[in-house]
């Protein structure tokens, strides 16, 4: 079965630090943009952070730049989000999804939720992460 294992959400005061990870099972990511989102009401998605396949080319909304970064290892299979100075406001339900290389060519149209929804092929079941004094 190809899925996504989200990993490393919790609680934490404002000013701190998470660090989310993404498994994938069933398929290898190098071939996959892959990308964070945070879940919005009435099943709608915003992305946070996307990467490319193979080099590696970041792409970020401008809330988080500077203090969130994305990376992979391709070796691992594993995606992760490392999120740093956290504000109430990153509060959410964060979900990796993946979406191919050869389909999906512009990392910031996929972090812009620009394609249809279908052409991102498999989606985590989401970490939770609450930033709260």
């Known amino acids: 079965q190809m899925q996504f294992v989200e990993s490393g959400g919790g609680l934490v005061q404002p000013g701190g630090s998470l660090r989310l990870s993404c498994v994938a099972s069933?398929?290898?990511?190098?071939?996959?943009?892959i990308g964070w989102f945070r879940q919005l009401p009435g099943n709608k998605y915003e992305g946070v952070s996307c990467?490319?396949?193979?080099?590696?080319?970041?792409y970020y909304k401008d809330s988080v730049k500077g203090r969130f970064s994305i990376s992979r290892d391709n070796a691992k299979n594993t995606v992760y989000l490392q999120m740093n100075d956290l504000k109430p406001e990153d509060t959410g339900i964060y979900l990796c999804?993946?979406?191919?290389?050869?389909?999906?060519?512009?990392?910031?149209?996929?972090?812009?939720?620009?394609?249809?929804?279908?052409?991102?092929?498999?989606w985590g079941q989401g970490a939770q992460v609450t930033v709260s004094s």
């Open positions: 999804a993946s979406a191919l290389h050869t389909r999906v060519t512009s990392i910031q149209r996929m972090c812009q939720m620009m394609y249809p929804l279908y052409e991102y092929d498999y």
């Open positions: 069933g398929f290898t990511l190098d071939l996959y943009n």
């Open positions: 990467i490319t396949d193979r080099d590696a080319t970041t």
